[in-house]
């Protein structure tokens, strides 16, 4: 009796595997088959804007009127494709939340070894670079892909813009997106270009030494 006890135990959760294993692989093949059967859909790029979901990781946002020249986000990229060079400390003014004193000579991404992993992104003490929206960033040359952004700083830029987006011809979408661009970066272009200059406070000049006493001649009689 024990020994068909055990035997009917062992068959039925032989069973209960396989139909576990064959709604296993049924509710897989469901969803799959949802969009097999599905209408496809072509988005006509760059006659329309190219569908981008709310997490994506586009070419990057830099604030350069916050950045303190840090190195901490050169520090966490996996390949070094980010190049910081500075005059000198740079600190946060905890009032207007800008950056002051040496200037921000250089900040450039080598987009022909960035992963887009956005590993630069958290280790920001001051949250000036951000995973932008623009996936498109085609050029003539390997050269091109090294993007400065202390050149485009001097443009009141903080993302590099895609070639065509420039044209004229342009469609109205990319108009309206370099509009968008353009009031992100609002009342902060003139900081953008201090940032570019040495702001560090001039030194206070050191106090005179005092004079010396003049002996008492009480004192000495």
């Not at 595997?17 to 692989?25: D, P």
């Not at 740079?90 to 939340?97: A, M």
Request: include cysteine.
């Amino acid at each position: 009796m024990a020994a068909t006890g055990a035997l009917s135990a062992s068959v039925g959760g032989y069973f209960r595997e396989v139909y576990r294993t064959v709604r296993t692989i049924l509710i897989g093949l469901k969803i799959t088959l949802r969009y097999n059967f599905a209408k496809t859909v072509t988005v006509q790029y760059p006659d329309v804007p190219p569908v981008c979901h709310a997490r994506f990781r586009g070419f990057h946002w830099f604030q350069i009127e916050k950045c303190i020249g840090c190195d901490m986000c050169a520090k966490a990229c996996p390949v070094d494709c980010i190049y910081i060079e500075k005059t000198g400390a740079r600190k946060i003014d905890k009032e207007s939340g800008i950056a002051r004193g040496g200037a921000m000579t250089r900040f450039a991404i080598d987009y022909s070894k960035c992963m887009f992993c956005s590993l630069c992104i958290e280790p920001c003490p001051t949250d000036c670079i951000h995973m932008g929206d623009s996936h498109d960033l085609s050029g003539y040359d390997r050269r091109s892909m090294v993007v400065e952004f202390t050149d485009l700083a001097r443009q009141g830029l903080q993302t590099p813009q895609p070639l065509w987006m420039t044209h004229p011809r342009a469609p109205s979408w990319a108009h309206e997106k370099r509009r968008q661009w353009d009031e992100r970066v609002g009342s902060v272009r003139e900081e953008m270009i201090k940032a570019l200059s040495d702001s560090t406070p001039p030194k206070p000049p050191p106090k005179p030494a005092a004079a010396p006493a003049a002996p008492d001649p009480a004192a000495g009689s």
